[in-house]
């Protein structure tokens, strides 16, 4: 099965801006999407953005991100990247990435059940 490999979480002032990675170690071509959730501290795993790995890349993000963060692939270094901008605390968490073999259905690319294989998670906290 896939290895999910994050990086690039840490510490940033409210408006700033953090590139995170999540490599997919082997069988990226097997792959149907590949997302990214995120947990803050006593609340529930929260998908914010997917984007698909076939076909046209179409992306999907959360009402609470849109306009904000950009999720990206690179296919030739298995890599799903998310750019956020404009950061708020309530952007703080753990940050996780997924994937999946199966293909979603189109209103679900965003719920973690459709997501069989995850990473270890990066933490990122905006803070002033």
């Known amino acids: 099965q896939p290895r999910l490999l994050e990086s690039g979480g840490g510490s940033v002032q409210p408006g700033g801006s953090l590139r995170i990675s999540c490599v997919v170690v082997?069988?990226?071509?097997?792959?149907?999407?590949v997302a990214w959730f995120r947990q803050g501290p006593g609340e529930e795993r929260e998908g914010i953005a997917s984007?698909?790995?076939?076909?046209?890349?179409?992306?999907y993000y959360a009402d609470s991100v849109k306009g904000r963060f950009t999720i990206i692939q690179d296919a030739e270094k298995s890599t799903a990247y998310l750019e956020m901008n404009a950061l708020k605390p309530e952007d703080s968490g753990v940050y996780f990435c997924?994937?999946?073999?199966?293909?979603?259905?189109?209103?679900?690319?965003?719920?973690?059940?459709?997501?069989?294989?995850w990473g270890q998670g990066t933490q990122v906290t905006v803070s002033s």
């Open positions: 984007i698909s790995t076939t076909g046209a890349g179409k992306e």
């Open positions: 082997d069988y990226w071509l097997s792959t149907h999407a």
């Open positions: 997924a994937t999946t073999f199966l293909k979603p259905r189109p209103w679900s690319y965003l719920r973690s059940d459709e997501y069989q294989y």
